[in-house]
Antibody, heavy 120, light 112 residues
Framework: EVQLVESGGGLVQPGRSLRLSCAAS????????MHWVRQVPGKGLEWVSG????????GYAVSVKGRFTISRDNAKNSLYLQMNSLRAEDTALYYC?????????????WGQGTLVTVSS | DIVMTQSPDSLAVSLGERATINCKSS????????????LTWYQQKPGQPPKLLIY???TRASGVPDRFSGSGSGTDFTLTISSLQAEDVAVYYC????????FGQGTKVEIK
C-alpha cells in the first residue's frame, strides 16, 4: 500500500524559512516523479513543485519560483520542500503527491498534508 | 498557465439521480501526437486529501466505481456520476497536465 506522510509544517513568521518532508513507502520511490500541491483550507488546489524520479527534471509554480526548492533523497525514500522568504499567501495545507507511472502529470496518491501558517 | 473553469460551483442531486460536472480549459489539452487529452478528475471528501478518479479524460483509476465516467475532448470535459450515492458527497476537481498542472476551482456535490 502506498503511504505518504508529510511533516515539518507549523507557524512561521513572514520572511522566515521552513522545510517540509514527505516519507514515502509501498512503492519503488526512485521510479516516480513526486510533487507538492497546496490547498488553502476551504479553497482549491494549487500545484507547487514537482521533481522527476532521478531528480533530472524539476518544475515550480510561478508563485514560488526563486523562493522554494524541491529535492529528494531516493536512498531515504523522502521528498523535501525548502521554503524561504515565506509570505502570508503561502499559508496552506501542503500535500505530498505521487506522480503517475508514465510521468504524464497526474497524481495517483496523496498524503494527509502538513499545515503551514505564515503569520506574525 | 492554462486556466480551468468548472461549472457549476455546486449542485444538489437526489440519491440515485445523475450528477454532471463540466470543466473547460482556456486552451486545448489534446496532444495531437498521441490523441490523448491531458485531463484528470479528483474527488475530495471533507477532511481528506484528493483521490484520483479519472485520467486521460475518460480512463477510470483502479477501484473507482463504474458510475463515475469522464468524457470530452479538446477544451470541454464532463464528469458524470450516473446514480448518486451518499458516499459521493464531495468536492470534485478537474486538472490539466498538458502544461504546468492547474486545477479547476472545484464543484461541490450535495444530496438534495
Amino acid at each position: 500500500e502506498v503511504q505518504l506522510v508529510e511533516s515539518g509544517g507549523g507557524l512561521v513568521q513572514p520572511g522566515r524559512s521552513l522545510r517540509l518532508s514527505c516519507a514515502a513507502s509501498g512503492f519503488n520511490f526512485d521510479d516516480y516523479g513526486m510533487h507538492w500541491v497546496r490547498q488553502v483550507p476551504g479553497k482549491g488546489l494549487e500545484w507547487v513543485s514537482g521533481i522527476r524520479g532521478n531528480s533530472g527534471g524539476i518544475g515550480y509554480a510561478v508563485s514560488v519560483k526563486g523562493r522554494f526548492t524541491i529535492s529528494r533523497d531516493n536512498a531515504k525514500n523522502s521528498l523535501y520542500l525548502q521554503m524561504n522568504s515565506l509570505r502570508a499567501e503561502d499559508t496552506a495545507l501542503y500535500y505530498c503527491a505521487k506522480g503517475d507511472s508514465t510521468s504524464s502529470g497526474w497524481f495517483d496518491a496523496w498524503g494527509q498534508g502538513t499545515l503551514v501558517t505564515v503569520s506574525s | 498557465d492554462i486556466v480551468m473553469t468548472q461549472s457549476p460551483d455546486s449542485l444538489a442531486v437526489s440519491l440515485g439521480e445523475r450528477a454532471t460536472i463540466n470543466c473547460k480549459s482556456s486552451q486545448s489539452v489534446l496532444y495531437s501526437s498521441n490523441n490523448k487529452n491531458y485531463l484528470t478528475w479528483y474527488q475530495q471528501k471533507p477532511g481528506q486529501p484528493p483521490k484520483l478518479l479519472i485520467y486521460w479524460a475518460s480512463t477510470r483509476a483502479s477501484g473507482v466505481p463504474d458510475r463515475f465516467s469522464g468524457s470530452g475532448s479538446g477544451t470541454d470535459f464532463t464528469l458524470t456520476i450516473s446514480s448518486l450515492q451518499a458516499e459521493d458527497v464531495a468536492v470534485y476537481y478537474c486538472q490539466q497536465y498538458y502544461t504546468t498542472p492547474t486545477f479547476g476551482q472545484g464543484t461541490k456535490v450535495e444530496i438534495k
